[in-house]
Nanobody, 125 residues
Framework: QVQLVQSGGGLVQPGGSLRLSCAASGITLDYYAVAWFRQAPGKEREGVSCINPSDGSTYYADSVKGRFTISRAHAARTVYLQMNSLKPEDTAVYYC??????????????????WGQGTQVTVSS
């Protein structure tokens, strides 16, 4: 059984940084892509970034490109999302997801079938 457990998140001032973690069990990250999504109140779930298992290639939504970095630690079965230069519009619940395609943007939530529990990120002064 696939389980994704998220950690990190919280409240940060504009311009600050946060790191989200997504620890996987029941699957090996050597074979499955992992993506990060976010959902703000009243908005659809948006694909933020994904990372491929085979070559580590990554994709980012235009809204976060240059500010967010996705990475993975195989031994720890963990994928990270480092978020820098945070803006109030980055405020949302962030989810990690696995077992889906990571080939281009946009990254579609409907393509992924295993999800973390979500974590709140609030960017506010």
């Amino acid at each position: 059984q696939v389980q994704l457990v998220q950690s990190g998140g919280g409240l940060v001032q504009p311009g600050g940084s946060l790191r989200l973690s997504c620890a996987a069990s029941g699957i090996t990250l050597d074979y499955y892509a992992v993506a990060w999504f976010r959902q703000a109140p009243g908005k659809e779930r948006e694909g933020v970034s994904c990372i491929n298992p085979s070559d580590g290639s990554t994709y980012y939504a235009d809204s976060v490109k240059g500010r967010f970095t996705i990475s993975r630690a195989h031994a720890a079965r963990t994928v990270y999302l480092q978020m820098n230069s945070l803006k109030p519009e980055d405020t949302a619940v962030y989810y990690c997801a696995a077992i889906g395609p990571c080939r281009s943007t946009p990254i579609w939530a409907a393509d992924f079938n295993s999800w973390g529990q979500g974590t709140q990120v609030t960017v506010s002064s």
